[in-house]
């Protein structure tokens, strides 16, 4: 009588969270044209950093170069709220605006209140050293107790920040808005990108329905 095999362990990765890069989603030309418009309206200052600012907050419909880009990365946000809310809704991106970082300049850890998803296009080169980062909440349920040395192995249990891939100019990355994330130090040249928060027109839940409006 033979042995029925072992039964191999399993690991459950439990309620990840989305993080969407979309490569080239924005021509060339129209990067150039944003970076050309909008770089000199980046005059706002950030107590982040001296070598941060940012333009005032933008209406999609405040320039033809932002209409053009809502109507590219609108379907994209379709696709990542349907990850988000199983269904594919309506989106309505609520604010946009251009940050410009320059060489030392760096964005503290923050989070987009008052939206469900948003997102940074990259409109020049990033340097290594300035790729978005994203960390876990300081509030969350994990062990208040670490185990943290040299011989400790890092992986997706046990990590407390994950590194965006390098972008190019172009790619557009989305996440939940209330994702912890900042910019570290930029050791490379100028850094310019294009980021926005965006509300679904609808949720709907067993009979209530919550519309908005941006």
Do not use: C
Not at 34 to 40: R, T
Not at 54 to 62: F, I
Not at 81 to 105: S, Y
């Amino acid at each position: 009588m033979s042995t029925p095999p072992a039964r191999a362990d399993q690991v459950f990765g439990l309620f990840p969270t989305p993080v969407q890069l979309s490569a080239g989603v924005l021509p060339p030309a129209l990067v150039a044209g944003l970076v050309a418009h909008f770089s000199q309206q980046a005059l706002q200052a950030n107590n982040s950093s001296e070598q941060l600012s940012h333009t005032r907050m933008l209406q999609p419909g405040d320039s033809p170069l932002l209409v053009q880009a809502a109507a590219l990365i609108t379907p994209r946000l379709v696709d990542f709220g349907r990850l988000l809310f199983g269904e594919a809704l309506g989106w309505a991106i609520k604010e946009m605006w251009v940050n410009v970082l320059d060489t030392g300049g760096r964005q503290s850890v923050h989070n987009h209140a008052n939206s469900f998803a948003s997102g940074v296009v990259y409109l020049t080169e990033t340097d290594e050293s300035a790729r978005t980062v994203f960390m876990k909440s300081p509030g969350g349920h994990e062990f208040s107790l670490k185990n943290d040395h040299a011989g400790v192995v890092t992986g997706p249990y046990n990590a407390e920040k994950w590194i965006a891939p390098s972008p190019a100019p172009g790619d557009l990355l989305m996440f939940p808005s209330y994702l912890m994330h900042a910019v570290p130090p930029n050791a490379g040249g100028r850094r310019i990108t294009l980021a926005f928060n965006a509300i679904p027109t609808r949720l709907e839940s067993w009979g209530y329905t919550l519309s908005f409006s941006a």
